[in-house]
């Protein structure tokens, strides 16, 4: 598979941070990997387009006109409005994500039950069969 590369080798060759790289996906200014998930993997065109980007911003322009100018011709797209999300890491195979625009008592709520799912699968194998046992 000539040309596809994963996000850390697409960051290499372009000299623009993973992270930065993510956000302009986010905002639309890049498309998404032709293949997402654990096994993403980007072309040429994204490392193309990424290439005009840096070149633009080199230029002064701001990521709105960059956009703006890069999709001449393209019919415009409804922006979706990025959501904000929490991630709870509760042990190396369990992770919850939560969306972070939920009000302060319902987050609590959650909170509370993720705190409380963190606890139960740190007990020992021992104590959990004697619980399931009653």
Do not use: C
Request: aromatic share 6%; charged share 25%.
């Amino acid at each position: 598979m000539d040309g596809l590369r994963t996000l850390a080798e697409l960051s290499d060759a372009s000299d623009i941070p993973a992270r930065t790289i993510r956000f302009y996906i986010a905002r639309g200014l890049l498309a998404g990997p032709v293949k997402a998930g654990r096994g993403a993997v980007y072309t040429e065109e994204h490392l193309a387009r990424l290439q005009k980007i840096k070149k633009l911003q080199g230029e002064g322009r701001m990521l709105a006109e960059i956009a703006h100018k890069l999709d001449v011709g393209q019919p415009p797209q409804a922006a979706t409005p990025p959501a904000p999300w929490w991630q709870h890491v509760i042990q190396d195979d369990v992770m919850v994500w939560v969306r972070g625009d939920v009000s302060p008592w319902r987050m609590k709520q959650i909170r509370a039950a993720v705190y409380e799912m963190a606890s139960r699968l740190r007990e020992p194998e021992s104590s959990s069969a004697r619980r399931n046992s009653r």
